[in-house]
């Protein structure tokens, strides 16, 4: 809208999700100062790789973000409805994402994804949600 960007969306496909983690990983690490800052990032990757973000088959939508001067104009229901073609067009079998808390959960539930997956792991509560075609 007048030459702004109001949102983007980022998808990852199910087979490339752990290569581009761990490439992220190996770049991260060497930035961090202090073994415990190193050690507390790979407690929390070993964690996401075993609690496994995304279901096989599917598309992982890894962030959506809006603008703050945009919220409330349908900018993150049409970047989800965007993925959801994308998706469908690829033939997947659905999305798999991460809700950061229960607000934005009560979001995608409004969109007609369903919570798989809501509990505390290492003292973070982890929300995981998945719509299937």
Avoid: H, W
């Amino acid at each position: 809208m007048n030459d702004k960007i109001l949102g983007a969306v980022i998808l990852i496909p199910y087979d490339e999700l752990d290569r581009l983690s761990m490439k992220t990983d190996f770049k991260q690490i060497p930035k961090m100062e202090g073994l415990s800052e190193k050690f507390y990032y790979l407690i929390t990757r070993i964690k996401y790789m075993i609690f496994r973000e995304c279901r096989k088959g599917n598309l992982y939508i890894s962030n959506i973000a809006t603008n703050e001067k945009a919220r409330g104009m349908g900018i993150g229901k049409k970047l989800m409805k965007y993925a959801e073609q994308v998706a469908k067009k690829e033939e997947y079998d659905g999305i798999s994402l991460l809700a950061k808390d229960e607000k934005v959960s009560k979001f995608y539930e409004k969109l007609d994804y369903d919570k798989v997956f809501d509990k505390v792991l290492l003292g973070e509560r982890i929300i995981k949600m998945a719509k299937c075609f």
